[in-house]
């Protein structure tokens, strides 16, 4: 499992932007740069109590805001994934986190697994079960039953990805003899498991995790939270040495405020050590694929220095 270098491509604004360029130019220029991964977010639709992503018995973050109002722009993951698909080589690509519940699993399989193809199997499916509760009932679906429902949906995507003959068989969803092709390139769609160490979240993550996304207090301390994860995923009786992790490098500023490359990847021997494998930072590149290019590059270079690559 070799480190990988993640950055955020911002595919929202809180204001219409009229025009996206910048977003894929960035893309462009990261992988022309070497960055490992590019990840995006979701939310299909927004309520108007923005406040309860601050409470985390929702699934929220303590003490966290929303980015955008609820008329920010925000483009769909999966699309935006698909057009940077096309205009890149080599960056894996990944939402972190998709509301995969909120989409009709049998489309979600067939849209994971044709942009796996297209991008000659670069998809990363990072999924959670998210804190809105507006999004579920607009999707007329109930929110309470929202890990069931993933579940029921990642069951359903790994069925029709591993098996010839895809047969399900859930509370909610059965069917049997069922073909869908093309399947992904490396035979499924890794699939990154985001959420608390909590039993739900583990069991989720021990049965169809190829990597886990820690939130709240596990991702604050990530290596506490890697232990416990570990832990928690050994008593489902799997192996968990081979699960990915992600976890956020914290950018060190300057007097100025200025990012500074060298104490910012001073950070990440610590968190690979921990066994964090997904190490992303919160970057804001100059316009243009050139000047962003020529920005990242540096960060790539102190990074692969760091990590030992």
Request: proline letters at 7%; one cysteine or more.
């Amino acid at each position: 499992m070799k480190p990988r270098l993640s950055i955020h491509l911002v595919n929202f604004a809180a204001e219409p932007p009229g025009e996206w360029q910048r977003l894929f130019d960035l893309a462009v220029a990261a992988d022309r740069a070497g960055i490992g991964r590019l990840v995006v977010s979701d939310h299909v639709a927004y309520g108007e109590r923005l406040d309860r992503y601050g409470d985390p018995a929702l699934g929220g973050l303590a003490g966290g805001r929303q980015p955008t109002g609820p008329d920010g722009a925000w483009l769909e993951p999966l699309t935006v994934l698909a057009m940077v698909g096309a205009l890149t080589e080599q960056v894996r690509l990944c939402p972190m986190i998709l509301l995969a519940a909120l989409r009709r699993p049998i489309v979600l399989a067939k849209t994971a697994a044709t942009i796996d193809v297209l991008t000659g199997g670069r998809l990363d499916l990072g999924v959670g079960v998210g804190w809105q509760e507006e999004e579920y009932e607009a999707a007329g679906l109930d929110f309470a039953a929202r890990g069931r429902l993933l579940d029921q949906t990642l069951e359903t995507c790994h069925a029709l990805w591993t098996q010839e003959r895809a047969s399900v068989s859930t509370p909610e969803l059965s069917f049997e003899g069922i073909h869908q092709m093309p399947k992904p390139t490396a035979g499924t769609v890794p699939v990154w498991v985001s959420g608390t160490v909590n039993r739900r979240s583990m069991a989720r993550l021990a049965r169809f995790g190829s990597g886990w996304i820690p939130w709240g207090p596990d991702a604050a301390d990530i290596a506490s939270g890697i232990d416990k994860m570990r832990e928690a995923v050994a008593a489902t009786g799997r192996d968990p040495s081979g699960i990915e992790v992600a976890a956020n490098v914290r950018l060190a500023r300057d007097e100025r405020g200025e990012p500074q490359i060298g104490p910012t990847m001073a950070a990440v021997p610590e968190l690979i050590a921990a066994g964090a494998t997904d190490l992303r930072v919160h970057l804001q590149s100059p316009p243009g694929v050139d000047q962003a290019a020529e920005y990242l590059a540096p960060w790539v270079e102190a990074f692969e220095a760091a990590a030992g690559a």
